[in-house]
């Protein structure tokens, strides 16, 4: 019998091979990278341009969000694509993008006028967590596993949606450091709100563990 090979890692998923290493994950890594970039590039264009139109629109937000899919959609990558599509809105949501003021576009303000804000916030929140569920949902399969029975993953996900959109907790604390370095602060709620999805990921994919075959070392 063939001796298996010592540093592969394989778990059986719905009659797939995965790997941790080989070409198949440099792919998929280079996938994320270029649907990432096309998402920064679109922001630039728009701290650059400083201007909020049909153009603006067609370059920051529908481009990245077409060319970003269409990256993952060909290596695949279900769960990274429902990741990417729910935090593309907590990207273009604030500044530079301002999507959350598509409404009163050119005039972007912070709180006025409300109303549309408040709409425009509400549909991109609820984008954020349908895909975050979904993401969640298609890391379950094949596992047996049940989001009903996992609140470690619920809550995990719960307060990745908040860390993603924390600027705009009503608290004068967090308000103060919004207005003192937004840019800042924003990197690192992204950054929090990644790393919590990513454990809730880890969770849910975790039953798969008792589907492994690691070689001996």
């Known amino acids: 019998m063939e001796r298996p090979n010592p540093i592969q890692l394989s778990v059986a998923r719905v009659g797939e091979k995965w790997t941790l290493t080989g070409k198949g ?9 270029a649907a990432s970039l096309v998402v920064v590039a679109g922001m ?26 269409a990256f993952l959609l060909v290596r695949k990558e279900r769960i990274a694509l429902f990741a990417f599509l729910a ?13 959350d003021s598509v409404l ?24 954020t967590v349908l895909f975050l569920y979904l993401a969640i949902r298609e890391s379950t399969k094949g596992t047996g596993a049940s989001l009903r029975k996992s609140p470690r993953v619920i809550i995990l996900t719960s307060a990745a ?13 967090v308000q103060n450091v919004v207005d003192a370095s937004w840019y800042a602060f924003d990197i690192t709620e992204k950054s929090v709100s990644i790393f919590l999805f990513c454990m809730a990921l880890w969770l849910a994919m975790k039953p798969k563990a008792s589907h492994s075959q690691v070689g001996p070392i």
Request: net charge negative; glycine share 4%; hydrophobic share 60%.
């Open 25 to 33: 994950a440099l792919y998929d890594f280079l996938a994320i990278i």
């Open 87 to 99: 935090y593309f809105w907590a990207v273009v949501d604030d500044g530079p993008v301002f999507f």
């Open 104 to 127: 009163t576009w050119p005039e972007v303000t912070r709180f006025h006028p409300f109303l549309p804000r408040l709409f425009m916030n509400i549909v991109i929140h609820a984008l």
């Open 44 to 69: 630039l264009y728009t701290v650059v341009a400083g201007t909020y139109d049909a153009t603006t629109f067609l370059v920051s937000v529908l481009l990245p969000l077409v060319l970003g899919s």
């Open 161 to 173: 949606v908040v860390a993603a959109y924390a600027q705009n907790i009503p608290l004068t604390a």
